[in-house]
Each structure stands twice: as structure tokens, then as C-alpha cells.
Nanobody, 115 residues
Framework: QVQLVESGGGLVQPGGSLRLSCTASGFTFSSSNMGWFRQAPGKQRELVARITSGASTFYADSVKGRFTISRDNAKNTVYLHMNSLKPEDTAVYYC?????????WGQGTQVTVSS
């Protein structure tokens, strides 16, 4: 079965950096598009970044120039490198993929940006 496991979240000061990882199993990772979403308290889940199987990328305007999504097909892992973090980046971050009609989510990892 499809499994997505995120890691790497934590508490960081404004201006700091974190790298999130999402390790996938149960499907052919190298041929799959992957995404990172986030959900802040009281807000809807929103797309942060997406990477296609061919490594094309898309970023939300709010993170463009600060976040980088990448993938390592040998490790079945997608990364989200986050720099210049702001308090408004505080959220639970989720990894995502779509297989046919089904959307799969990881359990999420908390990122808190605070001094």
C-alpha cells in the first residue's frame, strides 16, 4: 500500500532553515509527481511546492525564492529545503501524491517558526 512518511520538522527561529523529507513506498516513486502542502491552524491546506517525475517544479508565490523542492529517486524521497523562514510559515507540512482517483497524504510534520 502507498505510504508517505515525513520527517525533519521542528522549532526554528525566524530567518532560519529546515529540510523536510518525505520517504515513499508502495508505488513507483520515480514515475510519480510529488507535492508538499501545509496547513496552519484555522486555515485551509495549501499547496507549497510540487515536483513532477521529470523534475519540473512549481512554487506558491509565498515561498518562491525561499523554498526548494527536490527528489532523490534512488532513495524514494522528496525534500523541501526551507530557507529564510518566517513566522507565517508555521504549519503542519504534508507530503502528497496522486494515484489514479486517490490522493495520498503523509501524517504531517510540524514546523514552528518563532523566536
Amino acid at each position: 500500500q502507498v505510504q508517505l512518511v515525513e520527517s525533519g520538522g521542528g522549532l526554528v527561529q525566524p530567518g532560519g532553515s529546515l529540510r523536510l523529507s518525505c520517504t515513499a513506498s508502495g508505488f513507483t516513486f520515480s514515475s510519480s509527481n510529488m507535492g508538499w502542502f501545509r496547513q496552519a491552524p484555522g486555515k485551509q491546506r495549501e499547496l507549497v511546492a510540487r515536483i513532477t517525475s521529470g523534475a519540473s517544479t512549481f512554487y506558491a508565490d509565498s515561498v518562491k525564492g525561499r523554498f526548494t523542492i527536490s527528489r532523490d529517486n534512488a532513495k524514494n524521497t522528496v525534500y523541501l529545503h526551507m530557507n529564510s523562514l518566517k513566522p507565517e510559515d508555521t504549519a503542519v507540512y504534508y507530503c502528497n501524491t496522486v494515484r489514479g482517483p486517490t490522493v495520498y497524504w503523509g501524517q504531517g510534520t510540524q514546523v514552528t517558526v518563532s523566536s
